[in-house]
């Protein structure tokens, strides 16, 4: 069975950087049908619900949503197991738990995510 570990939130300044990090770990059969999937981010912020906000294809192509595009960037790395996302010029708005999943996301992939804040 495939878990996904997030890491990388904190707490920083509007403008600064993060890049999160999201560690595939399973079985090697497991995670090989586990990468066929689109990979992507959701977060969801205090008193909203979940949302997706990037995601990457096999193919690496890449998909945002409209309040991310040009700050954020996924990526994929199968040598790494990991997936990443950089997110750079960093808004109060972007205060959320990130989480990490396929896309469209399956129940049993949720993990405890990673806390982004950000503030004065």
């Known amino acids: 069975q495939v878990q996904l570990v997030e890491s990388g939130g904190g707490s920083v300044r509007p403008g600064e950087s993060l890049r999160l990090s999201c560690a595939v770990s399973?079985?090697?059969?497991?995670?090989?049908?586990?990468?066929?999937?689109?990979m992507a981010w959701y977060r969801q912020a205090p008193g909203k619900q979940r949302e997706l906000i990037a995601s990457a294809a096999r193919d690496h192509a890449t998909n945002y949503a409209e309040s991310v595009k040009g700050r954020f960037t996924i990526s994929r790395d199968t040598a790494k197991n990991t997936v990443y996302l950089q997110m750079n010029d960093l808004k109060f708005e972007d205060t959320a738990v990130y989480y990490c999943n396929a896309n469209p996301p399956k129940d049993e992939f949720w993990g405890q995510g990673t806390r982004v804040t950000v503030s004065s």
């Open positions: 399973g079985g090697v059969l497991s995670r090989n049908r586990f990468w066929l999937n689109v």
